[in-house]
């Protein structure tokens, strides 16, 4: 029935398995079409070929169920599994939300954007250095920003300028959308630590393991002199050869933290 379905569904099929012991419930195989014009003989073919393996006795088949999903439906039900998060001194809230709490500093996302909505450990944690860390009046890069999620709590944590770029063009457009939302001014750009000048307070970068040793140099060069680096995004697995890097460039751990497996580090020139 999946092989079936997968010929006619969109992006492949979905399976929904009983949670009663086998034989308590029927599984059920779901494929999703576009709704167009060749939507109705998709359906037509998908329930001949279906009839067609009843004759191999494999097991009873259900019938073909079809129904229309709305898109109201799928943003519903997307939107019911974002939630407003507290982490650190900020509360995280997705844009449809009104939630607030006293004394803490609102972040409103839209988390259908980019990476970075406060939901995975890595932007905890960094969301927690910055809570913590003196921004008042500094220089602060972001790396890698995503949703531009770690760019607005510095913003909000009162730094004087905020730098943050992203390879992806669309994390780009997200972050700009973001900062906007929260009514903060970052200077977005596409790119990475090798295309922006000078030298920053803070230097923020949730990555991954691999990408922080490839690019450890560039992050050093754009580190001040009594500065600090936070870099998250290292599993447990990748930090010997993270810290190496990161070691060859003189930059010391000053803080160590870790979480699900996830470790970030704060360092120091």
């Known amino acids: 029935m999946s092989e079936i379905l997968s010929r006619y569904g969109h992006n492949g099929i979905?399976?929904?398995?009983?949670?009663?012991?086998?034989?308590?419930?029927?599984?059920?195989?779901?494929?999703?079409?576009?709704?167009?014009?060749?939507?109705?003989?998709?359906?037509?073919?998908?329930?001949?070929?279906l009839g067609?393996?009843?004759?191999?006795?494999?097991?009873?088949?259900?019938?073909?169920?079809?129904?229309?999903?709305?898109?109201?439906d799928w943003l519903e039900a997307w939107k019911a599994t974002?939630?407003?998060?507290?982490?650190?001194?900020?509360?995280?809230?997705?844009?449809?939300?009104?939630?607030?709490?006293e004394g803490a500093i609102t972040?409103?996302?839209?988390?259908?954007?980019a990476f970075g909505t406060g939901l995975h450990p890595t932007t905890q944690q960094c969301l927690e250095a910055v809570s913590y860390l003196d921004l008042e009046g500094v220089r602060v890069l972001d790396v890698g920003t995503g949703s531009g999620?770690?760019?607005?709590?510095?913003?909000?944590?009162?730094?004087?300028?905020?730098?943050?770029?992203?390879?992806?063009?669309?994390?780009?457009?997200?972050?700009r959308e973001n900062a906007a939302q929260n009514r903060v001014v970052l200077d977005v750009r596409?790119?990475?630590?090798?295309?922006?000048?000078?030298?920053?307070?803070?230097?923020?970068?949730n990555l991954v393991g691999p990408i922080l040793e490839r690019i450890a140099p560039d992050l050093r060069a754009r580190v001040s002199a009594g500065g600090s680096l936070v870099a998250a995004g290292i599993t447990a697995e990748a930090e010997p050869a993270v810290l190496a890097a990161f070691a060859a460039q003189d930059?010391?751990?000053?803080?160590?933290?870790?979480?699900?497996?996830?470790?970030?580090?704060?360092?120091?020139?």
Do not use: C, N
């Not at 067609?52 to 109201?72: C, K, Y």
């Open 14 to 49: 979905a399976v929904e398995i009983p949670i009663a012991p086998r034989g308590g419930a029927d599984h059920t195989v779901k494929a999703y079409l576009v709704e167009d014009v060749d939507s109705f003989a998709k359906v037509a073919d998908a329930r001949d070929a």
């Open 52 to 72: 067609h393996l009843q004759a191999f006795g494999l097991g009873p088949i259900g019938e073909l169920a079809v129904r229309t999903v709305d898109d109201e």
């Open 82 to 101: 974002v939630t407003p998060i507290h982490i650190g001194r900020f509360l995280v809230r997705p844009t449809w939300s009104h939630a607030t709490e």
């Open 107 to 113: 972040i409103a996302l839209d988390p259908g954007m």
């Open 149 to 175: 999620i770690l760019a607005i709590a510095a913003a909000k944590r009162g730094a004087r300028e905020i730098v943050a770029v992203d390879t992806d063009a669309l994390a780009v457009d997200a972050a």
């Open 190 to 205: 596409r790119g990475s630590a090798a295309d922006v000048a000078g030298t920053f307070d803070v230097v923020l970068a």
């Open 251 to 269: 930059l010391r751990v000053r803080e160590r933290s870790e979480r699900a497996d996830w470790v970030r580090l704060i360092l120091t020139p």
